[in-house]
């Protein structure tokens, strides 16, 4: 019999030689199982095939990751890691989680356009995502060498501190970023959603005019599929408490019960969120225009990703002000945008919360692959800059209104004052060498998935 020394010390030995605690594929593939265990199996299969596409579709479909990576880091104390430096924050923020969309003022508008993962957290969290998509996008493009890359990162860096100082005390609460406002390409691209949408595209590609002339949805392979008749009658019968969420002075439906004209189950839309349970609800408009009914957006809200990475004083802040996941939602939609959607709410059923917000008839995703001159990059990650800081500072105003709403922008002028090309090192940093990380990941992940 060895030696009790020498048992340790196999048992030492065996431990380094089949432990996964250090080895970041082993990792990889345990986040992906953990975070994806309760997704049927059809869906989880199309997300995990979506992913495989490229590494910017990994990062998109793993906002887990991320937050396991940089929560909490204490990077974040460079630049801000005080209570003051927080705000309401998109949480799943990349190139392709901006796009266009009708605002209730009628203009088509650009900006943030996905809620779910948004949460109250340090405002450097979103430029670090931000950044990296930029990066992770670029590559997929093909587009841009490394130092015309970290240029455009440089220029998204700095007008986003430039933005957030020179707004000081100017109210902001309607400022919309629209094709009379923003740079060429944008603008360009703004005029043409305009022309080549509407809401009779919409209906015409999502219903059809069925029996009595009265409007139903199409069945539409991958996308779309009626609803069976339980489910139904459920969402029917919840839209009674969810008009109490709606903001009654905006509304465009009232005594919706009647209204209902059809339900069906959205099918393949995302990546992050493939597997939730989600619908379209078809309503009659209030005119007897042939092109006036609604399409409501019914989806599943659970946690945001980063409330996982949160701190006991943070879950504790969270869970006091907010009854669901989808209350969440609807509060941070209000804070970011800048004409929340008239139809936002929330409503339950079946033991699940649902956000409740007007699909637009105007949206659309910017194309990134027609940026092929440096110029016209550099314009667009400025006016991404611009947006966000815009969308950061009206969040943190209506987050601190009833103390000092102006606090936010204080801290962070103070904080990086002097010290705009230090941040702009800092940020093309994180963000180029965590998008190499990125891509090592997706490899581990194709291989194992």
């Not at 998204?156 to 020179?166: G, M, P, R, V």
């Not at 005390?169 to 005029?191: E, G, H, I, M, Y």
């Not at 590609?205 to 339980?230: C, H, M, Q, Y």
């Not at 006991?312 to 907010?322: L, P, Q």
């Amino acid at each position: 019999m060895l030696p009790s020394t020498h048992v340790a010390l196999f048992k030492l030995k065996n431990i380094i030689f089949t432990s996964k605690s250090y080895d970041r594929k082993g990792k990889i593939h345990e986040a992906i199982e953990h975070h994806n265990r309760d997704v049927q199996m059809p869906f989880r299969q199309e997300k995990f095939n979506k992913m495989k596409d490229s590494p910017y579709a990994f990062f998109r479909g793993s906002n887990h990751i991320f937050w396991s990576d940089f929560a909490g880091d204490w990077q974040i104390n460079r630049f801000g890691g005080s209570a003051f430096s927080r705000t309401w924050l998109e949480g799943d923020a990349h190139v392709y989680n901006m796009g266009a969309y009708l605002n209730n003022s009628g203009n088509i508008a650009f900006g943030f356009d996905d809620y779910d993962d948004s949460l109250v957290a340090d405002y450097q969290y979103d430029i670090w995502r931000f950044a990296t998509s930029m990066v992770l996008d670029a590559w997929q493009n093909g587009k841009f060498q490394d130092e015309l890359l970290n240029q455009a990162l440089h220029i998204f860096a700095k007008t986003y501190l430039k933005t957030i100082s020179s707004y000081e005390r100017v109210d902001l609460f309607s400022c919309s970023f629209n094709q009379d406002n923003t740079c060429k390409p944008l603008a360009k691209f703004l005029a043409k959603t305009s022309k080549k949408y509407s809401r009779e595209r919409m209906l015409n590609k999502w219903t059809e005019v069925g029996e009595g002339n009265v409007r139903k949805f199409r069945d539409i392979e991958g996308k779309l599929s009626p609803a069976d008749l339980e489910t139904r009658d459920k969402i029917r019968h919840s839209f009674v408490d969810y008009l109490k969420t709606t903001p009654k002075e905006l509304s465009s439906i009232s005594d919706t019960h009647n209204k209902i004209l059809d339900v069906s189950e959205r099918r393949g839309a995302g990546t992050g969120s493939l597997g939730l349970k989600r619908y379209y609800v078809l309503i009659a408009g209030n005119t007897d225009h042939a092109y006036d009914d609604l399409i409501l957006d019914i989806k599943q809200q659970e946690q945001p990703t980063a409330f996982s990475y949160l701190s006991d004083e943070e879950i504790k802040e969270y869970e006091f002000n907010f009854e669901n996941h989808a209350h969440r939602h609807a509060e941070a939609y209000k804070a970011l945008a800048e004409f929340p959607d008239q139809n936002l709410g929330w409503l339950s059923f079946d033991g699940n919360f649902f956000s409740v917000r007007e699909r637009s008839p105007f949206k659309n995703d910017f194309p990134t692959e027609t940026l092929e001159k440096p110029k016209t990059y550099f314009q667009m990650a400025s006016q991404w800059a611009t947006i966000m800081a815009t969308k950061h500072l009206r969040a943190a105003r209506r987050l601190n209104h009833s103390l000092d709403q102006y606090v936010f922008e204080a801290t962070i002028n103070r904080i990086a004052r002097d010290r705009e090309e230090e941040f702009a090192v800092f940020t093309t940093r994180i963000a180029k060498s965590y998008a190499k990380q990125v891509r090592k990941d997706w490899l581990y992940f194709c291989e194992g998935f």
